[in-house]
């Protein structure tokens, strides 16, 4: 199975940036779809992004002009570019990979705080 590592959260101001990445490991990466979900306090996770193993993406409304998914695939590692972020999108952020072979893998998530 592969493993996720996420980073780069954290706590930002109210129109802020952050760039969170999503580490992988093993040698499949590139052919894998890969995407980030959130998953706020009482609320059920949902997607945030996705990135197809051909660059394709796709965005929640919620997040569209604001977000931006991409990946590297000689670094095996995806990347959410977070701006304009709101109160609302105050969340644990975590790493979504998949492979028609071995399924789904998940990180272990990375908090985003945004303060008012």
């Known amino acids: 199975q592969v493993q996720l590592v996420e980073s780069g959260g954290g706590l930002v101001q109210a129109g802020g940036s952050l760039r969170l990445s999503c580490a992988a490991s093993?040698?499949?990466?590139?052919?894998?779809?890969m995407g980030w979900y959130r998953q706020a306090p009482g609320k059920q996770r949902v997607l945030v992004a996705t990135?197809?193993?051909?660059?394709?993406?796709n965005y929640a409304d919620s997040v569209k002009g604001r977000f931006t998914i991409s990946r590297d695939n000689a670094k095996n590692t995806v990347y959410l570019q977070v701006n304009s972020l709101k109160p609302e999108d105050t969340a644990v952020y975590y790493c979504?990979?998949?492979?028609?072979?071995?399924?789904?893998?998940w990180g272990q998530g990375t908090q985003v705080t945004v303060s008012s």
């Open positions: 979504w990979g998949s492979h028609i072979s071995l399924g789904e893998s």
């Open positions: 093993g040698n499949i990466f590139r052919i894998m779809s």
């Open positions: 990135i197809t193993s051909g660059g394709s993406t």
